[in-house]
């Protein structure tokens, strides 16, 4: 499992605070802390400053990127804002996202083409939000299609179903994680990835629900997420159920684990 650390994200309080305080301590220190725990990229998002997200974003990823190695990952859904803050990142970022929305996809395909930076490729399109695996597939198809067809190399696309809150429709779990088998199925080679804590917005008990639908995503064979890596027993499920899942040659990651102290259950 890819892991991308969600938690430097304006859409949380005290973040917003830091960010617009430009409190480099506070986001140093939560690139840090992700990193730590196992983020292979990190998340950063701005997307609540109107007017202000170019210049929040791009001090987020030198922040982040004068604290650890980890690359960012840059989530906006504005193509201006993921162009200009690619410049100022070094390395390889992460772009989340482009989508079938033919302002982003116009936008972002000069920015990406002839790199090697990794692409989330979102399910949305000019007609809105999709609610069914078959909406999903339709964008999906049409989203990878072009990308390979712009010589993005089928491992650097990572396609998001998107992930909707469970309270807003009773399917949108199973038509979600039916969309990550067919995408893999459809796709060889291909990486999938989802805002896993979307799924559980306006319920209780979030990380007890974020944890068990990660499981079952898993076993659809999503294999990189964006989530609070933070989360102890999050990270030691992801272990076991990629272990059950066949997905961990003679249970070697497992047994790491285990020997590393990082499972802190039963
Ligand atoms: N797809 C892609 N990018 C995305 C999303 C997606 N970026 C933003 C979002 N969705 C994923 N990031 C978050 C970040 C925080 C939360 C939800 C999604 C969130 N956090 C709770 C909080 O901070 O209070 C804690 C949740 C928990 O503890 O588990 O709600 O879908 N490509």
Known sequence: MQIVGELINASRKKVREDI?????EKIADLAKEQHEAGADFIDVNAGTFVGKEEEYVKWLVQTVQEKVD???????????VVEEAVKVHKGVPMVNSISLESDR?????????G?????IALCMSDEGMPYTKDDRMKIADKLVNGLLSNNIDIKNIYVDPLVQPIGSGDNLGMEFLNSIEAI???????????GL??????????KFANQTFMIMAITKGLNSAI????????MANIVAAEMLAGKDQFCGKYMDAYRNGLFEVE
């Open 20 to 24: 617009k305080e430009k409190n480099k």
């Open 70 to 80: 980890t690359p960012c990952c840059i989530d906006s859904p504005d193509p201006k």
């Open 105 to 113: 996809y116009n936008n972002l395909i000069p920015v990406i083409r």
């Open 115 to 119: 790199t090697d930076m990794k692409i």
């Open 184 to 194: 893999h199925k459809e796709f060889e080679g291909i990486n999938t990835i989802c």
């Open 197 to 206: 804590s979307n799924i559980s917005f306006g319920i209780p008990k979030r």
């Open 227 to 234: 989530l609070n890596p933070l989360d102890k027993k999050m």
